[in-house]
């Protein structure tokens, strides 16, 4: 008997000791300092606390949260944002009823009421406050949060979890992803570990961190309840041609105010950063979506490294997944299009790009990128967003009945090169523009024009009252017919005006003032 309760003892003792190893591993052992990439001042995190493992999956749910919450909830700051008033030009002082071709060739068209002073008429646009969240991802003050967040912003500040309070300064935004990276004067503050988003998985358990609705720090559970969901919010900022979305959703209770916090595993891991919610309120309504962790690395090193985002693209058009569901078989058929298929349908290849290289046509079907499955056009849009230009992919395609990989395809930038993508004072306008076509010129009367399909953030919207729609025929002294046309004109003049008119408001000729240098703000 006294030899039965030894060898219990024994037992008792030797799990006991083995579960304690076990929980500190897991959940106590002191995190992984920052280090730097190549030599140069690039923070980036460890994807786990315990060395050489590819993230947690958590499959096991546990008994409540408060690992998670402790963790996460220090690194999760509190964002204030501050929008000073300001002077804008509305464009419209001179009205001229007659034809558009006249106002623009005419010689007294493009006189000295046009060289001359003035500027046109003008008026005020009050400030604005605002608040959202943050996550802090290194200890020297470096902070993620969504470029919708701080947009426009002329002072950031930021309180810690401890109440301390820090001016902020912007180091680059990005908003075809809705992310931005700011930075605080601090050291040894807590940040968050970056998790895995590729691991993240359906029905897996998450927390949202943040300060909704200006309250303090605040944790909601939920589960993971759809990967890769496109919404279309990212195409309403005046990036309509570049916008990343491949959010996960969850039903993790998410309100105005929580933009930019952490949504974490229960590991208190970083693997998304909220930034939407699907509400006909504008409140929570059931579902809220974040940016997954791994494409938030790439944009956040990018910026640090380089200033801005360095973009690659494949070079291929597409059949939106939602597009195909509302066409009839026979619109489908006349499109050569297929309506159920496991990847993404290729439409077009644009020439001299990376698609073009790897022998892609229409027709094709692409189901996988570097051998991760794409089985829908919102996960082509993330995983291709990840490489930079001059980065090589593996292509994998479906022609007919016979699947191909392409190794060693070098990715290309826009312009199909791999030079380094500059921000541009194109880019900074802040729109989505497109060239009007033959047939739209010469049903309005003129030769062409550049037209402004949306206004997200940057110059126009800071300085102006233009709005979507408006036809650009000239700025300055030089007329326009092409965005590169456009382009060059701002890049050989630092304060000019664009001259042009709004199809549907008639005759009436409207021209806006702007200065491209300095901040995209005029404060008073």
């Known amino acids: 008997m006294k030899f039965k309760q030894i060898v219990t003892t024994v037992l008792i003792s030797a799990v006991t000791a083995t579960a304690s190893i076990f929980v500190y591993g897991k959940y106590f052992q002191p995190r992984q300092p920052i280090v730097y990439q190549n030599g140069t001042e690039v923070p980036v995190n460890y994807a786990r606390y315990m060395p050489g493992s590819e993230g947690n999956t958590n499959a096991t749910p546990p008994s409540d949260f408060t690992i998670a919450a402790k963790a996460a909830v220090p690194g999760v700051v509190h964002i204030k944002t501050k929008i000073n008033p300001r002077q804008v030009t509305n464009g419209n002082n001179l009205q001229r009823q007659r034809s558009i071709l006249q106002d623009l060739f005419g010689d007294d068209f493009f006189g000295d009421e046009f060289n ?75 940040y968050l570990m970056y998790g895995n988003s590729d691991n993240v998985d359906i029905g897996q358990w998450v927390l949202a961190v943040g300060y909704p609705l200006n309250l303090d720090a605040t944790v909601t559970a939920g589960i993971v309840s759809a990967k890769s969901r496109s919404i279309g919010i990212n195409r309403s900022g005046g990036k309509m041609n570049s916008a990343i979305e491949s959010f996960i ?21 970083l693997v998304g950063i909220n930034s939407a919610i699907a509400s006909p309120t504008g409140s929570y309504a059931g579902y809220s979506y974040a940016i997954p962790v791994n494409l938030v690395k790439k944009v956040v090193n990018d910026i640090l490294k380089y200033g801005n985002v360095q973009r690659a693209y494949l070079g291929v058009r ?20 297929k309506r159920n298929v496991n990847g993404v349908q290729v439409t077009e290849v ?15 079907v692409i189901t996988a990128i570097n051998g991760v499955k794409i089985p829908a056009t919102s996960q082509l849009g993330e995983q291709v967003a990840r490489y930079k230009p001059g980065d090589k992919v593996s292509i994998t395609y479906l022609r007919g009945n016979k699947e191909t990989t392409v190794d060693n395809v070098v990715m290309k930038n826009l312009k199909g090169n791999t030079d380094l993508v500059k921000v541009t004072a194109l880019d900074r306008l802040g729109a989505d523009l497109g060239e009007l076509s033959q047939d739209q010129a010469a049903r309005l009367g003129i030769n062409g024009g550049v037209i402004v399909n949306d206004i997200g953030n940057g110059i126009l919207k800071k300085q102006t009252s233009m709005a979507p729609g408006f036809v650009i025929l000239k700025a300055g002294d030089t007329p326009v017919t092409s965005v590169d046309a456009l382009s060059s004109a701002l890049d050989k003049n630092k304060n000019l005006k664009l001259i042009g008119f709004y199809p549907e408001r008639g005759n009436s000729i409207y021209y806006y003032n702007i200065s491209t240098t300095g901040s995209a703000s005029q404060n008073l």
């Open 116 to 190: 001359g002073g003035g500027g046109g008429r003008k008026y005020y646009i009050p400030g604005q406050m605002a608040s959202g969240s943050g996550v802090l991802i290194s200890g020297d003050g470096y902070i993620v949060t969504n470029n919708h967040v701080i947009a426009d912003a002329d002072e950031i500040n930021v309180t810690l979890n401890s109440n301390q309070n820090f001016k902020a300064k912007l180091v680059g935004a990005d908003p075809s992803t809705d992310l931005a990276v700011i930075k605080i004067d601090a050291k040894g503050l807590p």
């Open 249 to 269: 959703q969850t039903d993790a209770a998410v309100n105005q105010g929580n933009s930019g916090g952490a949504l974490v595993n229960t590991a208190g891991e």
């Open 318 to 337: 597409y059949a939106q997944s939602s597009l195909i569901n509302n066409m009839s078989d026979e619109e489908l058929k006349d499109a050569g299009i």
């Open 350 to 364: 644009l020439p001299n790009s990376s698609a073009a290289a790897a022998g892609l046509r229409a027709g094709d």
